[in-house]
């Protein structure tokens, strides 16, 4: 059974930066196409970036180009970078694995598999 855990998130001032993982138990990491999407209060569910199963491939939403970085290692690990936080990244983050080893989705629905979800605060 394949899980995905995140790490803790926390509180950021705005214009630091950030770090989140998401460790991927079970089945092999390499199955998939993974990605962060994002969550803020009273908002849907917004794609943040995803990664192909070989890292060949990334894509990133637009208005976070240049601040996010979506990255894998061959231990498991998913990870974002987030650089000069704004107020307006205040979500809850959650990573996700799409079975499609080889697609780019920004979808949700394309994803079968979640993380728990980590809160991400920044402050002004």
């Known amino acids: 059974q394949v899980q995905l855990v995140e790490s803790r998130g926390g509180l950021v001032q705005a214009g630091g930066s950030l770090r989140l993982s998401c460790a991927v138990s079970?089945?092999?990491?390499?199955?998939?196409?993974m990605a962060w999407f994002r969550q803020a209060p009273g908002k849907g569910r917004e794609f943040v970036a995803v990664?192909?199963?070989?890292?060949?491939?990334t894509s990133y939403a637009d208005s976070l180009k240049g601040r996010f970085t979506i990255s894998r290692d061959n231990a498991n690990t998913l990870y974002l970078q987030i650089n000069s936080l704004q107020v307006e990244d205040t979500a809850v983050y959650y990573c996700?694995?799409?079975?499609?080893?080889?697609?780019?989705?920004?979808?949700?629905?394309?994803?079968?598999?979640w993380g728990q979800g980590t809160q991400v605060t920044v402050s002004s």
């Open positions: 996700a694995a799409n079975p499609n080893r080889y697609a780019i989705s920004t979808y949700s629905t394309d994803y079968n598999l």
């Open positions: 990664i192909t199963s070989s890292a060949i491939r």
């Open positions: 079970g089945r092999a990491f390499n199955s998939y196409s």
